[in-house]
């Protein structure tokens, strides 16, 4: 497998997270009734948001330096 091709995966699966932790962050909003969240809805929507945040900055960065690689700007 070349450094593209593996590139290519981890890109792949950084996005497949991204997606699954945005899903998560959609739900737990969906699941918020009423005017007033409780401070736990708010905790749990604040950790969550955060989790979506990392793996949404991890995707980024592997599709920048698989952009790199493809473009041949980068030694990867």
Same mark, same amino acid.
């Given at each position: 497998?070349?450094?593209? @091709?593996? =590139?290519?995966?981890? #890109?792949?699966?950084? %996005?497949?997270?991204?997606?699954?932790?945005?899903?998560?962050? #959609?739900? =737990?909003?969906?699941?918020?009734?009423?005017?007033?969240?409780?401070?736990? @809805? %708010?905790?749990?929507?604040?950790? @969550?948001?955060? #989790?979506?945040?990392?793996?949404?900055?991890?995707?980024? %960065?592997?599709?920048?330096?698989?952009?790199?690689?493809?473009?041949?700007?980068?030694?990867?």
């Amino acid at each position: 497998m070349t450094q593209i @091709q593996l =590139l290519r995966e981890e #890109c792949l699966a950084a %996005l497949e997270h991204y997606a699954h932790e945005a899903q998560k962050t #959609c739900e =737990l909003l969906g699941d918020v009734e009423g005017a007033a969240p409780s401070l736990d @809805q %708010l905790l749990s929507v604040s950790a @969550q948001t955060q #989790c979506e945040d990392n793996a949404l900055e991890s995707y980024l %960065l592997l599709r920048q330096r698989l952009f790199d690689a493809w473009n041949g700007s980068s030694s990867f």
